[in-house]
């Protein structure tokens, strides 16, 4: 069980928005620890593709952004193409666990 | 180009020992904290451990899974990340990443799998 709760799964057709949500608790996103976000492709590393919950690093396009409010955060795609389709995770610092915690991971189908 | 070059995964017993390396090719992991980050088959991402820019009297922490197995260290004149892993249980069989913390984990190294099997 994560301490960062994400849905298995998101799906949409090509253009479409998806959305997904990263819900934690006080120990973590609650008590004001950053939120980021990474896509991974099969077979390679992660890659962050929003930090601090909402800046995009240089070559991620303004399709993605991101927002956190109290003990959530979320992600949403814009205009979805398919190399969207990856794994997505949230990433925070938790108090409780004295460390870095990561979301279950989202599978986002591009339909 | 930027990059972490990783070495040392492979295949052990149960109860064995591996040392993970991770050094940076024109990127600098001297003034910033590091992290070990593991991916099981098929699984999701899984925090190891971290060590603090300083090292040796600085902060290191731990996963619970793993704390008290396994150490990590740093070498700045190397510009290097090492994770000593000992009595390793099959559990711990995953893809090892290291990577630095700079506007979130950025950038991360190209991942070496472990094996822990008889």
């Known amino acids: 069980q994560s301490a960062l709760t994400q849905p298995p799964s998101v799906s949409g057709a090509p253009g479409q928005t998806v959305t997904i949500s990263c819900t934690g608790s006080?120990?973590?996103?609650?008590?004001?620890?950053?939120v980021h976000w990474y896509q991974q492709l099969p077979g390679t590393a992660p890659k962050v593709v929003l930090y601090h919950s909402d800046i995009r690093p240089p070559g991620v396009p303004d399709r993605f952004s991101g927002s956190k409010s109290g003990t959530s955060a979320s992600l949403a795609i814009t205009g979805l193409q398919a190399d969207d389709e990856a794994d997505y995770y949230c990433?925070?610092?938790?108090?409780?666990?004295?460390?870095?915690?990561f979301g279950g991971g989202t599978k986002v189908t591009v339909l | 180009e930027v990059q972490l070059v990783q070495s040392g995964g492979g295949l052990v017993v149960p109860g064995g020992s591996l040392r993970l390396s991770c050094e940076g090719s024109?990127?600098?992991?001297?003034?910033?904290?590091m992290n070990w980050v593991r991916q099981a088959p098929g699984k999701g991402l899984e925090w190891v451990s971290y060590?603090?820019?300083?090292?040796?009297?600085?902060?290191?922490l731990y996963a619970d899974s793993v704390r008290g197995r396994f150490t990590i260290s740093r070498d700045n004149g190397k510009n290097s990340l090492y994770l000593q892993m000992n009595s390793l249980r099959t559990e711990d069989t995953a893809v090892y990443y290291c990577?630095?913390?700079?506007?979130?984990?950025?950038?991360w190294g190209q991942g070496t799998l472990v094996t822990v099997s008889s």
């Open positions: 060590i603090d820019r300083s090292g040796g009297r600085g902060i290191v």
């Open positions: 006080s120990s973590n996103l609650g008590a004001g620890y950053d």
């Open positions: 990577v630095r913390e700079n506007r979130g984990f950025d950038p």
């Open positions: 024109g990127v600098s992991l001297t003034t910033f904290n």
């Open positions: 990433q925070s610092f938790d108090d409780s666990l004295s460390g870095t915690v």
